[in-house]
């Protein structure tokens, strides 16, 4: 696919991007070089090859998830904050219904 001066402009007006002709005559060759480039990457076999997310695998730091049992900082008081609400049902706050 052939880029011009023309589809510049159409993907610019699309995109909202203000160009003048003088740019999209700068860009047509450019846009049509990284076209050309995409179309080899489809000529590459990559039959077997599995579909990642990124070069790097990442690996998310986790700590475990354990109940502080100091009152102060942190859970093991559940009874205790229920005995406090004005409605409770299976260990949860009871709310009003807020949509309409």
């Known amino acids: 696919m052939a880029v011009d001066t023309a589809i510049v402009a159409r993907v610019a007006r699309l995109a909202r991007i203000a160009t003048s002709e003088e740019e999209a005559a700068r860009l047509a060759p450019e846009l049509d070089q990284i076209l050309a480039w ?22 998310l730091r986790l700590r475990d998830d354990v109940v502080d049992a100091d009152p102060l900082t942190g859970g093991g008081i559940r009874d205790a904050l229920m ?18």
Request: hydrophobic share 40%.
């Open 83 to 100: 005995r406090c609400a004005p409605q409770a049902e299976h260990g949860f706050f009871t709310v009003p219904k807020v949509i309409e």
């Open 38 to 59: 995409i179309e080899q990457l489809g000529e590459v076999d990559t039959t077997g090859v599995e579909p990642m997310t990124a070069v790097i695998p990442g690996v």
